[in-house]
């Protein structure tokens, strides 16, 4: 009998604690002074990032700004709070984004977004990729893609052709190439039908698309290819070395070109540094390079002087000071 009575306490005291009423709270924001920026009405909410905290009413989520002002209603199940744009949702519904600029909410919502830059954001509506600048003006989505964002320009891809942008929309390169690479000390190279060509930052064509091969500048030069021929172009596009050599290819500071089956050495204005006469001739190591000529092998250094002539069997790079040779003997 004892036994029983303990278990209906127990029953007793269990059900009175269920029972007891929680406390309810409700959040808001006070800035410096202890002023009530966001007044306590709010079932929840969170810190503010880059000016905008996300707050909760009644089972739906809402975004506050500094000011109180409620920028977007507590009508949604789900809101994200991103540096640098919001993200909005419903169930069963696709979510949404608004772009943050300048502690300005941008309200309408985009498909997609991602950050360019510290001040431009790329957005997406409708499968049309277009940007959002520093002060929240929008260039329309008009692009099939943003390929790439860097400094003050972006490529960007057009019914299956590439043109570059600047920040403010304007198509500085029109897509009209079937590649473009972004600007780079103020040129860009573009491409058109396995033919290459130079347009700059204004958008004049500084050399014409038609030489066969990608251009790569190093002080002011550039080798070039066209119709199996080499020659060499200044990054204004005029043409120091003309289109008449076999092979190009930089060698240190000089240029080994290639007339048939043999090799000189031009600088980068054309001058002849040693005719056009060896069988090779290696990269330059401590200042000199192995040359062939006839089957035998030597030195030659910058100044196109040989300082080995060639005599040797074979020969090896110079290195600390002293190249190896070797000589045939026991003939």
Same mark, same amino acid.
């Given at each position: 009998m004892?036994?029983i009575? !303990?278990?209906?306490?127990?029953l007793?005291?269990?059900?009175?604690?269920a /029972?007891l009423?929680?406390?309810?709270?409700?959040?808001?924001f006070?800035?410096q002074? =202890?002023?009530?920026?966001?007044? $306590?009405?709010y079932?929840g909410i969170?810190a503010?990032?880059? =000016?905008f905290a996300?707050? /909760?009413?009644k089972g739906?989520?809402g975004?506050? &700004?500094?000011t109180g002002k409620?920028v977007?209603r $507590?009508i949604?199940d789900?809101?994200?709070?991103?540096p640098n744009?919001i993200?909005?949702?419903?169930?069963?519904?696709?979510?949404?984004?608004l772009v943050?600029?300048s502690?300005?909410l941008?309200?309408?919502k985009y498909?997609?977004?991602?950050a360019l830059?510290s001040e431009?954001?790329a !957005?997406?509506l409708n499968?049309?990729? =277009?940007?959002?600048d520093?002060?929240?003006?929008e260039?329309?989505p008009k692009y099939?893609e943003?390929?790439?964002?860097t400094d003050?320009?972006?490529?960007?891809k057009?019914?299956g052709k590439f043109g570059i942008?600047?920040q403010i929309?304007k198509?500085?390169?029109?897509p009209?190439? &079937?590649?473009?690479q972004n600007?780079?000390?103020?040129v860009?190279?573009?491409?058109?039908?396995?033919?290459?060509g130079?347009i700059?930052?204004?958008?004049?064509?500084?050399?014409p698309v038609k030489?066969?091969?990608?251009?790569?500048?190093?002080?002011?030069?550039?080798?070039?290819?066209?119709?199996?021929?080499?020659?060499i172009l200044?990054?204004?596009g005029k043409?120091?070395v003309?289109?008449?050599?076999?092979?190009?290819v930089l060698?240190?500071?000089?240029? /080994?070109?290639?007339?048939?089956?043999?090799? =000189?050495?031009?600088d980068?204005?054309?001058?002849?540094?040693t005719?056009?006469?060896?069988?090779?001739?290696?990269s330059?190591? &401590?200042?000199?390079?192995?040359?062939?000529?006839?089957?035998?092998?030597?030195f030659i250094d910058?100044e196109?002087?040989?300082?080995?002539t060639?005599k040797?069997e074979?020969?090896?790079d110079?290195k &600390?000071g002293?190249g190896a040779v070797?000589i /045939?003997?026991?003939?």
């Amino acid at each position: 009998m004892k036994r029983i009575i !303990v278990l209906v306490l127990l029953l007793i005291v269990k059900t009175s604690f269920a /029972q007891l009423k929680e406390k309810t709270f409700k959040y808001g924001f006070v800035d410096q002074t =202890g002023k009530e920026i966001v007044p $306590c009405k709010y079932d929840g909410i969170s810190a503010f990032e880059n =000016g905008f905290a996300v707050v /909760q009413l009644k089972g739906k989520s809402g975004v506050v &700004d500094k000011t109180g002002k409620e920028v977007i209603r $507590c009508i949604y199940d789900e809101i994200i709070n991103k540096p640098n744009w919001i993200i909005v949702s419903n169930k069963n519904a696709k979510a949404q984004y608004l772009v943050k600029s300048s502690d300005v909410l941008v309200t309408k919502k985009y498909d997609d977004v991602k950050a360019l830059s510290s001040e431009i954001t790329a !957005v997406k509506l409708n499968n049309k990729w =277009g940007f959002i600048d520093v002060v929240g003006e929008e260039i329309s989505p008009k692009y099939d893609e943003i390929i790439d964002f860097t400094d003050r320009f972006a490529v960007v891809k057009l019914n299956g052709k590439f043109g570059i942008v600047d920040q403010i929309g304007k198509e500085v390169v029109p897509p009209t190439y &079937d590649r473009v690479q972004n600007f780079k000390d103020g040129v860009a190279i573009v491409e058109s039908n396995s033919k290459y060509g130079i347009i700059s930052e204004d958008g004049k064509i500084v050399i014409p698309v038609k030489y066969d091969m990608n251009f790569y500048f190093k002080d002011n030069v550039s080798i070039v290819k066209q119709e199996n021929k080499y020659g060499i172009l200044d990054n204004e596009g005029k043409e120091i070395v003309p289109i008449q050599y076999d092979f190009m290819v930089l060698n240190e500071d000089l240029i /080994q070109v290639k007339l048939g089956d043999k090799y =000189g050495l031009i600088d980068k204005a054309g001058k002849e540094i040693t005719s056009v006469k060896y069988d090779l001739i290696e990269s330059f190591k &401590d200042g000199l390079a192995v040359i062939k000529l006839n089957s035998q092998y030597g030195f030659i250094d910058k100044e196109g002087k040989e300082i080995v002539t060639p005599k040797y069997e074979k020969a090896d790079d110079f290195k &600390d000071g002293l190249g190896a040779v070797r000589i /045939q003997v026991g003939k």
